[in-house]
Structure formats: C-alpha cells, structure tokens
C-alpha cells in the first residue's frame, strides 16, 4: 500500500555500516560517483568540526579524480581517506556508509534516479546504525542532469 505524504517528507529508515577497512571505503568512492549526502550533527569541539571538515574534502576530491584516465594508482587518494578517518577515530567520531537510490530533484524540477552514498559521521562505534531520510532529494550544487 503506498503512502499519501509528500515524497520529501516521507522518511525512509536507511541502515549504514561501519567503515573500517580500505575496501569499505573504496565502496563508498565509488558509490559517490554521482550523488553523496553527509550526515553529521553540529559538531560539539573545534577539532571534531576541522576532522570533518577535512575528510569530507579528503572524500570530494577523491570522488572527483576517482575514474580519471591518467590516474592509474588510486593509492594516493585511499591513503589520504585512511588517514583522515584514523583522525576521526581518534576523537571518538566513526564513518558510517550506505549506497541507496533515491529520486533526486534537480534545479529545473526534473527528476532523476541516482545512486547515492550516504555518510555518516557520529560518536556510534556500532558496527550498523540507522538513519532516516527522505524518499525525494532536492540537488545541490554540482548536480546535473546525466547525459543521454
């Protein structure tokens, strides 16, 4: 039976897992080649907020130059996110991982079904914890409508 609410206010319970090895977080690469959303609350110290901070840029980059033709070696790039998370985990903050689709509304008002990895950055060293989003997302920056 299908829900009346509007797609962006009807949530969805999404379970993520832990990341806590190297092919854990090239999954999470390669889940964001077209779409991520991070989840975090508003950091509580300064340090946390500049670890975040510093992977999520850590984690951009490395999506953007993921499939790039002369960068045979993705060594760099996963070495680079190893070290951040070790960072996080250090100041008791654990990345948590999903790939979900979801139908993303664009700027224009399309829609588009994409892929989408879902990061999570929270005090929960648990192996799996669970998140809930909405059914619809609206796009941010840098989101286009995929070529034909």
Known sequence: MGSSAHPTTFR????????????????????AQYAHVFLYAEPDRNEVALAIEAFIEAFTATTEGWDAAELPNKAPF?????????????????????????MIVLGDGSEVVL?????????????????SLPAQLRACAGISQPEA
């Open 12 to 31: 969805e319970a999404v379970i993520l897992e832990r990341v806590r090895s190297t092919p854990e977080l090239c999954a999470a690469v390669e889940a």
């Open 78 to 102: 996963v070495d680079l996110l190893r070290t951040r998370l070790r960072g996080l985990e250090l100041l008791s903050i654990y990345v948590h991982q999903a790939s979900i689709e979801r």
């Open 115 to 131: 892929n989408v990895a879902v990061i999570s950055f929270a005090n929960d060293p648990m192996p799996t914890r669970t998140v």
